[in-house]
């Protein structure tokens, strides 16, 4: 069974550039969630999809983020413009439900550099 | 919000059983304890859950406190690929029903 899927992997963009990243979640998954993860630090959520649906992005910076989940399967994350501290790794991940017994599966992850 | 305490780094013998603690003193009667952990350039992968027995899997077991204010994973064997950064998660309605990674416990296993 494939597993999350992210990409790109790397991407190096300069300050005030927009920058997607796109996430294709294990097949049947309904609940997907984007993770920022800065060095050294555990991840934070962002922004929580029940199909397409986003039912939590509270911690989602509006002014210069968006994400979008059209048909209740891929995704995409935005940031328009990027700023110097945006640099860190975005995370997706799928659930097969919100339950809390719950497992998340992570993809491996998309490491932003903006200079 | 359930709070945990782990230990910032351990280490241990390749071969040898490790035994991560974590304290979540103010988890609720209904939060799930997960634990997961992040391979370096990886992202998290889900290791092992329970409420309130202890629970065994292929990858570890999870010795959880009569009064759920604490929980150990334990790695019966540890390798060289077990080197990571482990979590201890609170999980559920009085955890905010998210995954709150915290700095966990960075394994490093010596050959």
């Known amino acids: 069974e494939a597993g999350v899927v992210q990409s790109p992997r790397y991407k190096i963009i300069e300050k005030k550039q927009p920058v997607a990243f796109w996430c294709n979640p294990i097949?049947?998954?309904?609940?997907l969630y984007w993770y920022l993860q800065n060095l050294g630090q555990g991840p934070e959520l962002l922004i929580r999809?029940?199909?397409?649906?986003?039912?939590?992005d509270s911690q989602l910076p509006k002014d210069r983020f968006s994400a979008e989940r059209l048909k209740g399967v891929d995704s995409t994350l935005k940031i328009q413009p990027a700023e110097l501290g945006d640099s860190a790794v975005y995370l997706c991940?799928?659930?097969?439900?919100?339950?809390?017994?719950?497992?998340?599966?992570f993809g491996p992850g998309t490491r932003l550099l903006v200079l | 919000d359930a709070k945990t305490t782990q230990p910032n780094s351990m280490e241990s013998n390749e071969e040898e059983p490790v035994h991560l603690p974590c304290n979540h003193s103010?988890?609720?009667?209904?939060?799930?304890i997960h634990w997961y952990r992040q391979l370096p350039s990886q992202g998290p992968e889900y290791v092992i859950h329970?409420?309130?027995s202890n629970v065994n899997n292929r990858m570890a077991s999870l010795a959880i406190a009569e009064d759920r204010k604490s929980s150990t994973l334990i790695l019966h064997r540890a390798t060289l690929r077990d080197a990571a950064v482990y979590y201890c998660?609170?999980?559920?309605?009085?955890?905010?029903?998210?995954?709150?990674f915290g700095g966990g416990t960075r394994l490093m296993v010596k050959p």
């Open positions: 103010t988890i609720s009667g209904t939060d799930y």
């Open positions: 097949s049947g998954h309904n609940t």
């Open positions: 991940a799928s659930s097969p439900g919100t339950g809390v017994w719950e497992t998340q599966y």
């Open positions: 329970g409420l309130t």
């Open positions: 998660i609170p999980y559920g309605d009085n955890a905010g029903n998210m995954l709150t």
């Open positions: 999809y029940e199909n397409e649906e986003a039912v939590d």
